[in-house]
């Protein structure tokens, strides 16, 4: 599979140097921006490109690209703002997520691209000799009905200039414009204020876990019940999860067509379908989900199918795993908006190996019809606005 990023692939990089080429020069044009509400502009500086990897990049930037952002009100409310579609620009989310320290890999970026091409979004920061990808989003359609909002990300050097919120309002618009019900969003420590400036409130945690493979080598599970998913599984099981979540059909499609062999269906003694559970590859390890369930025990069964399939590749030695917090023994301490938690959750109740590492909130949007000016007004005084701004309408 060809590399969405075709040159400067963090993971390789050893130096980005700009003024060179015009495809780095696009790529990585957030290090030409100076921001007067966070980072000034630097000709040249040392940058972990890959989040938490302790790997760093020289970045060289000529003096004569540096660009100015106002300093008197944020870019999003001024015509150097530009929003739209993300056409060739996959290589900026696939950026943004490593920079994140996210899981995707070039597969994942291209398949949520596919599922809907209208519903990914990048914003740029555009002037005069400059095109500046700086943030990307995407509103993934669930079944007919359906969406789900997610892959916000903002490149560091020019966070808080409303570029997040205002990529929130694109995809609420874009949602409701194709007539879809939005069902929620998994958001970040640092995410969740700015969806809470639009509606969203808090439903509950998701820990982003990490565990031992090899904690489920040559454990016994029901292999006459739990057997490798195939082709013709895929209407019950997608009947199933319907029942249990979402219709999702096509993203369940999509996965299993690129996890194939890695998928696991629990039946009973009657056939049905009583669980199931999806692994993928990752960027940084394999992933195991979605995973859905009647009973932690076949859920025992089923992880145990799926550890010890992934461990066939000798390269596989942990996986990521998302889990409720209610599914640990001993919660933790949670801190309100610390990106990083010191007391996190222990004692998984299927896994004796599994880290928590980072937590999502999931939230869902609930305004009151009474709430929505409250809400409006409240968003336009905190980022002066007035009723006429695009922003508003």
């Given at each position: 599979?060809?590399?969405?990023?075709?040159?400067?692939?963090p993971?390789?990089?050893?130096e980005i140097?700009?003024?060179?080429?015009?495809y780095l020069?696009?790529l990585y044009?957030?290090?030409?921006?100076?921001n007067?509400?966070?980072d000034?502009?630097?000709?040249?500086?040392e940058?972990e490109?890959?989040?938490?990897?302790?790997?760093?990049?020289?970045?060289?930037?000529?003096?004569?690209?540096?660009?100015?952002?106002?300093?008197e009100?944020?870019?999003?409310?001024?015509?150097?703002f530009r929003?739209?579609?993300?056409?060739?620009?996959?290589d900026?989310?696939?950026?943004?997520t490593?920079?994140?320290g996210?899981?995707?890999?070039?597969?994942?970026?291209?398949?949520?691209?596919?599922?809907?091409?209208?519903g990914?979004?990048?914003?740029?920061?555009t002037?005069p000799?400059?095109e500046i990808?700086?943030?990307t989003?995407?509103?993934?359609p669930?079944?007919?009905n359906?969406?789900?909002?997610?892959?916000?990300?903002v490149h560091?050097e020019v966070?808080?200039?409303?570029i997040?919120?205002?990529?929130?309002q694109?995809?609420?618009r874009?949602?409701?414009e194709q007539g879809k019900?939005i069902?929620?969003?998994?958001?970040?420590?640092?995410?969740?204020t700015?969806?809470?400036a639009?509606?969203?409130?808090n439903?509950?945690r998701?820990?982003?876990?990490?565990?031992?493979l090899?904690?489920?080598a040559?454990k016994?599970?029901?292999?006459q019940?739990?057997?490798?998913m195939?082709?013709?599984?895929?209407?019950?099981?997608?009947?199933y999860?319907?029942?249990?979540?979402?219709e999702?059909?096509?993203?369940?499609?999509?996965l299993?067509?690129?996890?194939?062999?890695d998928?696991?269906?629990?039946?009973?003694?009657?056939?049905?379908?009583?669980?199931?559970c999806?692994?993928?590859?990752?960027?940084?390890?394999?992933?195991?989900?979605?995973?859905?369930?009647?009973?932690?025990?076949i859920?025992?069964?089923?992880?145990?199918?799926?550890?010890q399939?992934?461990?066939?590749?000798?390269?596989?030695?942990?996986?990521?795993?998302?889990?409720?917090?209610?599914?640990?023994?001993?919660?933790?301490?949670?801190m309100?908006r610390?990106?990083?938690?010191?007391?996190?959750?222990s004692?998984?109740r299927?896994s004796?190996?599994?880290?928590?590492?980072?937590?999502f909130t999931?939230?869902y949007?609930?305004?009151?019809?009474?709430e929505?000016?409250?809400?409006?007004?409240?968003?336009m005084q905190?980022?002066g606005l007035?009723k006429?701004?695009?922003?508003?309408?």
């Open positions: 599979m060809k590399r969405l990023i075709k040159k400067g692939d993971q390789r990089a050893q140097v700009l003024g060179q080429d015009a020069d696009a044009g957030c290090f030409r921006l100076h007067p509400k966070g000034a502009f630097a000709p040249q500086r940058v490109l890959l989040a938490r990897s302790g790997k760093t990049v020289r970045v060289t930037v000529p003096p004569a690209m540096k660009v100015a952002l106002p300093a009100q944020k870019v999003v409310n001024t015509d150097l929003l739209e579609e993300i056409g060739r620009h996959g900026s989310m696939h950026l943004l490593m920079r994140a996210w899981n995707q890999t070039a597969g994942d970026i291209r398949r949520m691209i596919k599922l809907d091409k209208h990914s979004f990048v914003a740029k920061v002037g000799g400059f990808p700086v943030a989003s995407s509103v993934l669930l079944g007919r359906n969406t789900w909002i997610g892959m916000i990300l560091p966070r808080r200039q409303g997040a919120n205002a990529m929130m694109a995809c609420v874009y949602a409701l019900v069902n929620g969003l998994d958001a970040t420590p640092m995410g969740s700015v969806y809470g639009v509606g969203y409130v439903s509950y998701l820990w982003r876990s990490v565990f031992q090899a904690e489920f040559g016994p599970f029901d292999r019940r739990v057997t490798p195939t082709q013709t599984d895929l209407p019950a099981v997608i009947r999860d319907a029942s249990a979540f979402l999702r059909e096509d993203i369940l499609r999509k299993f067509e690129d996890g194939a062999g998928c696991f269906v629990y039946r009973n003694d009657a056939g049905v379908v009583q669980g199931y999806y692994a993928r590859p990752g960027r940084l390890r394999p992933f195991v989900g979605p995973f859905i369930s009647d009973t932690e025990e859920a025992r069964h089923l992880l145990t199918a799926v550890s399939k992934l461990l066939e590749n000798k390269k596989n030695a942990t996986a990521f795993l998302d889990t409720p917090e209610s599914k640990f023994a001993d919660r933790g301490v949670y309100e610390a990106f990083d938690q010191e007391k996190k959750p004692g998984h299927l004796a190996t599994l880290k928590p590492v980072r937590d999931r939230m949007q609930l305004v009151p019809y009474l929505a000016d409250k809400l409006v007004n409240r968003f905190a980022e007035r006429e701004s695009p922003r508003v309408a």
